[in-house]
């Protein structure tokens, strides 16, 4: 049950980056597509943040330390960007225009879960 409230929420903070980040776009007009394309791309998401993610920490480990954590900004933004690019090609109609873009969809998605997380609460096992 928590895989689908955090995919939901995920989906919640794509939505809302669409909203905010104007380089993030979801290009259909139909709601139910939209709804499905927001969930698949949540998907997507969790999948790259879970694979590849926790390799870019390990390698990368100098350069969080040196730039005190900052470069996690970089690496969310590209993670993002990237998710963005899987969607294209599996023809899901996400779209990410660019770095800033996703810099700023990443943050807003971030933002999003985070607030959930509290609404919500944590995982519990």
């Not at 929420?9 to 597509?33: P, Q, S």
């Not at 879970?50 to 900052?70: R, S």
């Not at 770095?99 to 096992?125: E, K, M, T, Y």
Request: hydrophobic share 65%.
């Amino acid at each position: 049950m928590f895989i689908i409230i955090r995919i939901v929420v995920v989906a919640l903070g794509l939505w809302a980056a669409e909203y905010f980040v104007e380089g993030v776009k979801v290009t259909t007009n139909d709601t139910g597509k939209k709804v499905l394309t927001l969930l698949a791309v949540a998907v997507i998401f969790g999948v790259v943040n879970a694979v590849i993610k926790p390799i870019v920490k390990t390698v990368g480990c100098a350069a969080y330390v040196l730039t005190l954590g900052l470069i996690a900004l970089v690496v969310n933004a590209l993670l993002f960007l990237l998710t963005g690019w899987i969607a294209d090609k599996m023809d899901l109609p996400f779209q990410v225009d660019g770095f800033w873009a996703a810099f700023w969809g990443a943050i807003i998605v971030a933002v999003v879960s985070w607030l959930a997380s509290l609404v919500l609460g944590g995982r519990d096992d």
